[in-house]
C-alpha cells in the first residue's frame, strides 16, 4: 500500500554535492533509510533515521553525508558532501517493515571528473 518516490540523482564532479528526496505516500513510523549499490557490488546501507531523528551513518560515507526527515511531510532526505567516484551507485530510499520492507525506485548518482 505505502509507495516510496525517490527524487534527485544526476551526474556531480568529485567535491560536489547532490540531495536526494524521498516521499512515502502514508506515514511511515519505524526506521527509513538509504542504500545504495553499485555495479557488482552488494547492496549498501548508506543512512538510517528513526522517526525521532537519530541517525547512523556507513563509515565510508560519515561528516559527507547527512540524513534527515519531515515526518508531517512524509519525506526522509539525503544531503550529500564531498563527493566522490565512489559514491557512484543506484541510491535507494528504504523503510523496514514487518510485513515486508519498502523501497523506492532507485536514483542514479555519478561522480566523475
Known amino acids: 500500500q505505502v509507495q516510496l518516490v525517490e527524487s534527485g540523482g544526476g551526474l556531480v564532479q568529485p567535491g560536489g554535492s547532490l540531495r536526494l528526496s524521498c516521499t512515502a505516500s502514508?506515514?511511515?513510523?519505524?526506521?527509513m533509510g538509504w542504500y545504495r549499490q553499485a555495479p557488482g557490488k552488494q547492496r549498501e546501507l548508506v543512512a538510517t533515521?528513526?522517526?525521532?531523528?537519530?541517525?547512523n551513518y556507513a563509515d565510508s560515507v560519515k561528516g559527507r553525508f547527512t540524513v534527515s526527515r519531515n515526518n508531517a511531510e512524509n519525506t526522509v532526505s539525503l544531503q550529500m558532501n564531498s563527493l566522490k567516484p565512489e559514491d557512484t551507485a543506484v541510491y535507494y530510499c528504504?523503510?523496514?517493515?514487518?510485513?515486508?520492507?519498502?523501497w523506492g525506485q532507485g536514483t542514479q548518482v555519478t561522480v566523475s571528473s
Open positions: 528504504y523503510a523496514p517493515r514487518y510485513g515486508g520492507d519498502l
Open positions: 533515521i528513526t522517526r525521532g531523528g537519530d541517525t
Open positions: 502514508r506515514n511511515i513510523f519505524g526506521i
